[in-house]
């Protein structure tokens, strides 16, 4: 069975205050690791896509990176708009997409 | 681009009674899923429609829920009758088919709320 798990649960930072969230899967066969954000009372948002190991995405102050066990969501800087719940999620090659419970960040001004 | 629509926002019922979700996906999307989060876990996998047909529906709990797509457009989820761990929030997405950049990409609605007392 297809497995995500994040960490932090939780995360709180000061503005400024680069950091990293973590995503570490297991995947009968990866077809694309998803970053999305959510704020509270919408649904998740899309933010990223990978597809192999070694590939990096960046969007404003976010980045995104894939290892053959892990994804890595690397936030430079951040700012109280970033504050969010971050969702990470497999898809794998039977076309079900397999969530993470989540790492939510507070950001400080 | 109009996104994806689910409707109510919210519902509270009483356990027994019966409960009709909606969700509009974005129109061309082939693919339409839905996905449940309950006291604040993991957004967990219900079923996934290809147009009208079910593709994959292992994640539905039991026979109390049934999901319907006619005519490859909208869907509806019903659950009857309700029990109190059906609580949650219930996430509708929708994706194109094909090896596009954006395909497989889940575009999500903001969610049903339901509380079941």
């Known amino acids: 069975e297809d497995q995500v798990t994040q960490s932090p649960e939780a995360l709180r930072l000061q503005e400024g205050e680069s950091s990293s969230l973590n995503c570490s899967y297991t995947?009968?066969?990866?077809?694309?690791l998803f970053w999305y954000r959510q704020d509270p009372g919408k649904g998740p948002e899309f933010l990223f896509t990978?597809?192999?190991a070694g590939e990096e995405k960046e969007k404003e102050r976010l980045k995104a990176t894939l290892t053959k066990k892990e994804s890595f969501l690397h936030i430079t800087a951040p700012k109280p708009e970033d504050s969010a719940t971050y969702l990470c999620?497999?898809?794998?090659?039977?076309?079900?997409?397999?969530f993470g419970d989540g790492t939510t960040l507070t950001v400080k001004p | 681009e109009a996104g994806v629509t689910q409707f109510p926002s919210h519902s509270v019922i009483e356990k027994g009674q019966t409960v009709t979700l909606r969700c509009d996906p974005i129109?061309?999307?082939?693919?339409l899923y839905w996905y449940r989060r309950v006291m604040g876990k993991e957004i967990k996998f219900l079923l996934h429609?290809?147009?009208?047909?079910?593709?994959?529906e292992s994640g539905m709990p039991n026979n109390r829920f049934l999901a319907e797509r006619t005519g490859g457009t909208y869907s509806t989820l019903k659950v009857q009758p309700a029990e109190l761990e059906d609580s949650g929030v219930y996430f509708c997405?929708?994706?194109?088919?094909?090896?596009?950049?954006?395909?497989?990409?889940?575009?999500f609605g903001a969610g049903s709320r339901l509380t079941v007392l």
């Open positions: 997405a929708s994706s194109h088919v094909g090896q596009s950049s954006g395909a497989n990409v889940l575009t």
């Open positions: 995947v009968s066969g990866l077809r694309g």
């Open positions: 990978l597809y192999s």
């Open positions: 999620a497999v898809l794998s090659y039977a076309g079900k997409s397999t």
């Open positions: 129109s061309g999307h082939d693919n």
């Open positions: 429609f290809v147009k009208e047909s079910k593709q994959d």
